[in-house]
């Protein structure tokens, strides 16, 4: 059973960068791809960027592609958000997932708690 620990959240100001992390832990470790989601209060949990594991091919939501960043430390089971220019409407918690496939965002993984993300005005 893999497990996800998503961390780094936290509240940050209006402009300011996060750096979310992923980690995996469990059985042997190698999705063919991940993803980030996230959920703000009152919304439904929306896709924000994935990764495919093996090359490192990315795709995001066309609204975040210009300040988010999608990577990943294969050693260490490790994907990470990297997130600039942060805007009170990126307040949400993130998660992360193992997707389907490259532009594929269907979920195939178990959710874990998340990590709270609060950009204050």
């Known amino acids: 059973q893999v497990q996800l620990v998503e961390s780094g959240g936290g509240l940050v100001q209006t402009g300011g960068s996060l750096r979310l992390s992923c980690a995996a832990s469990?059985?042997?470790?190698?999705?063919?791809?991940m993803g980030w989601f996230r959920q703000a209060p009152g919304k439904e949990r929306e896709f924000v960027a994935g990764i495919t594991w093996r090359l490192g091919s990315t795709w995001y939501v066309d609204s975040l592609k210009d300040r988010f960043t999608v990577s990943r430390d294969n050693a260490k089971n490790t994907m990470v958000l990297r997130m600039d220019r942060l805007k009170p409407e990126d307040t949400a918690v993130y998660y992360c997932?193992?997707?389907?496939?490259?532009?594929?965002?269907?979920?195939?993984?178990?959710w874990g708690q998340g990590t709270q993300v609060i950009v204050s005005s």
């Open positions: 469990g059985r042997a470790f190698s999705p063919y791809a």
């Open positions: 997932n193992i997707v389907q496939g490259f532009w594929d965002n269907t979920v195939i993984g178990s």
